[in-house]
C-alpha cells in the first residue's frame, strides 16, 4: 500500500541553525500539507500546497518557515533560524483530489522530531 | 472557524470491553469531513474511520464505528471489543473539502488493561 515517507526520523539541531524537513508524498496525491506537535499537545496545521504554491497558512508558518517541491516526488519544509519553541513533531500529509463520493482523506507520514538545543 | 472538542483527556477500559470517546465540532458548513485517527506512542498518525456530513449511515470498520449527529455536530467512536494495541491517544479531526487544512481536537489518551 502506498504511503508517505519523511526524513530524518530525528533531527538534532543547534538554536539558530537552518533545517529542511523532507518528505514524499503518495505518487498520485496533489494537496500536501505539513503539521506540526509539540510533546503533550494537539496537532497544528502549518501550511498546505497545491499546483506548486501554498493555498493556505498558518499564523504559526511565519516568513522563518518555507515550503518547496523541488522535484516530481519531494515536498520540503524549511525553518531558516530554528527556534527553541520549533523542537516539535513535524508531520507531512498528502491527499489525492476529492472523488465524487469519497472523501478528501489525509494520509500522515510517520513524522520527524526536531529538537532545538 | 471551525473547532473541535474532545472532553475526556484519558479513559480505560477492560480488555474486550466496548469503549465509546466523544467528540464535538463547531461549523456553518453543510459539507464537510470528519475522522478519528489514532496516535500510538510511536507517534505515528494512523486513520481509524472517516464520515462523510451528507451520508446519514454511520461509518463502521470492524471494531470501529462512528455515531455521527449532524444536527447536534456530534462524533463519537465506539471501539468494540478493546485490544491491547488500541492503547493509544485518539484524535477527532475535521476538515471541508478540496484539499482544506484538518481541525483537530485535543485528543483523548485510552489506556486498554489486561
Known amino acids: 500500500e502506498p504511503e508517505v515517507t519523511q526524513t530524518p526520523s530525528h533531527q538534532v539541531t543547534q538554536m539558530g541553525q537552518e533545517v529542511i524537513l523532507r518528505c514524499v508524498p503518495i505518487?498520485?496525491?496533489?494537496?500536501f500539507y505539513w503539521y506540526r506537535q509539540i510533546l503533550g499537545q494537539k496537532v497544528e496545521f502549518l501550511v498546505s500546497?497545491?499546483?506548486?504554491?501554498?493555498?493556505?497558512k498558518s499564523e504559526i508558518f511565519d516568513d522563518q518557515f518555507s515550503v518547496e517541491r523541488p522535484d516530481g516526488s519531494n515536498f520540503t519544509l524549511k525553518i531558516r533560524s530554528t527556534k527553541l519553541e520549533d523542537s516539535a513533531m513535524y508531520f507531512c500529509?498528502?491527499?489525492?483530489?476529492?472523488?465524487?463520493?469519497?472523501?478528501?482523506?489525509?494520509?500522515f507520514g510517520p513524522g520527524t522530531r526536531l529538537t532545538v538545543l | 472557524a471551525q473547532t473541535v472538542t474532545q472532553s475526556q483527556p484519558e479513559m480505560s477500559v477492560q480488555e474486550a470491553e466496548t469503549v465509546t470517546l466523544s467528540c464535538t465540532y463547531d461549523?456553518?458548513?453543510?459539507?464537510?469531513?470528519l475522522f478519528w485517527y489514532k496516535q500510538p506512542p510511536s507517534r505515528q498518525m494512523i486513520l481509524v474511520i472517516r464520515q462523510e456530513a451528507y451520508k446519514q449511515q454511520n461509518a463502521t470498520e470492524n471494531r470501529f464505528s462512528v455515531n455521527f449527529q449532524k444536527a447536534a455536530k456530534s462524533f463519537s467512536l465506539k471501539i468494540s471489543d478493546s485490544q491491547l494495541g488500541d492503547t493509544a491517544m485518539y484524535f477527532c479531526a475535521f476538515t471541508r473539502p478540496y484539499g482544506n487544512k484538518l481541525v483537530f481536537g485535543a485528543g483523548t489518551i485510552l489506556r486498554v488493561k489486561s
Open positions: 500546497f497545491y499546483n506548486n504554491e501554498i493555498s493556505e
Open positions: 500529509a498528502s491527499s489525492e483530489a476529492r472523488v465524487a463520493g469519497g472523501p478528501d482523506t489525509q494520509y
Open positions: 505518487s498520485n496525491h496533489l494537496y
Open positions: 461549523t456553518s458548513e453543510n459539507n464537510y469531513y
